[in-house]
C-alpha cells in the first residue's frame, strides 16, 4: 500500500525558533492533509493542501504542496510551548480514506 | 456545536473476548471511518462508512466489523481480541457533499487487550 515517510521523527527546539519538517511518498496524491494530535487526544486538521506547487498558512503555520505531488512541507514559525505534540502528514484517496505517516515529535524547550 | 465524540474513553478486554467502540459524528456529517493508531505510529485506516454501507475497507481482517445507524452515529466491532488489538482506535467524521477529505477526528478509545 502507499506509505508516508515523514521526517525528522522527533524534534528538540528551543522556544521562539522556526521548525521544518517534510512528509515524502512513493506515489502522487492530489491532497495533503497536516494533522496535529496533543496526549489523549485525536488529530486536529491544521491545513489542508489541494493543487501542486500551493503554499498555505495557518496564523504562524505555513505548509507547501510539492511540485512532483510526492510530497510535502510544514513549517512553523517562532515556536511556542503549545507547539508540542505530534505532526502527521497525511494523503487521501479514494473518498476520504487516508493514509498516515508515522509523525514528527515536536518537544519546545522553554 | 458538539465535535465527533467517542465512547467508551478506555476499556480493558481479555484475549478472545469481543469488543464494541462507539461513535457519534459531528453535526452535520454524515460519513463516519474508523483508525487504529498503535503507539509510536499514524492512524491506520480501517474502514469507513456512509449511507448506513461499509464503503472503503482498509487491510483489516473480518474480525473487524461495524455499523452504520440512520442518525449517523456508527459501531466498531472486534471479535476474538489478539493482544496485538491494543491500540488508540479513533473516529473520523466527514461530510459526503463538501470536501470529504477534511475529516474531523474525536478523542479516541484506548483499548488494552491482555
Known amino acids: 500500500g502507499q506509505q508516508l515517510n515523514q521526517s525528522p521523527q522527533s524534534m528538540f527546539i528551543q522556544e521562539g525558533e522556526d521548525v521544518s519538517m517534510n512528509c515524502t511518498s512513493s506515489s502522487i496524491f492530489n491532497t495533503w492533509l497536516w494533522y496535529k494530535q496533543d496526549p489523549g487526544e485525536g488529530p486536529v486538521l491544521l491545513i489542508a493542501l489541494y493543487k501542486a506547487g500551493e503554499l498555505t498558512s495557518n496564523g504562524r503555520l505555513t505548509a507547501q504542496f510539492g511540485i512532483t505531488r510526492k510530497d510535502s512541507f510544514l513549517n512553523i514559525s517562532a515556536s511556542i510551548p503549545s507547539d508540542v505534540g505530534i505532526y502527521f502528514c497525511?494523503?487521501?484517496?479514494?473518498?476520504?480514506?487516508?493514509?498516515f505517516g508515522d509523525g514528527t515529535t515536536l518537544t519546545v524547550k522553554p | 456545536d458538539a465535535g465527533v465524540t467517542q465512547s467508551p474513553t478506555h476499556l480493558i478486554k481479555t484475549r478472545g473476548q469481543q469488543v464494541t467502540l462507539r461513535c457519534s459524528p459531528k453535526?452535520?456529517?454524515?460519513?463516519v471511518s474508523w483508525y487504529q493508531q498503535a503507539l509510536g505510529q499514524g492512524p491506520q485506516f480501517i474502514f469507513q462508512?456512509?449511507?448506513?454501507?461499509?464503503?472503503q475497507r482498509g487491510n483489516f481482517p473480518d474480525r473487524f466489523s461495524g455499523h452504520q445507524f440512520p442518525n449517523y452515529s456508527s459501531e466498531l466491532n472486534v471479535n476474538a481480541l489478539w493482544l496485538g488489538d491494543s491500540a488508540l482506535y479513533l473516529c473520523?467524521?466527514?461530510?459526503?457533499?463538501?470536501?470529504?477529505?477534511?475529516?474531523?477526528f474525536g478523542p479516541g478509545t484506548r483499548l488494552t487487550v491482555t
Open positions: 473520523a467524521s466527514s461530510w459526503e457533499q463538501g470536501f470529504s477529505y477534511e475529516q474531523y
Open positions: 453535526s452535520g456529517h454524515d460519513t
Open positions: 497525511a494523503g487521501p484517496y479514494n473518498a476520504g480514506k487516508s493514509t
Open positions: 462508512y456512509y449511507e448506513e454501507e461499509e464503503r
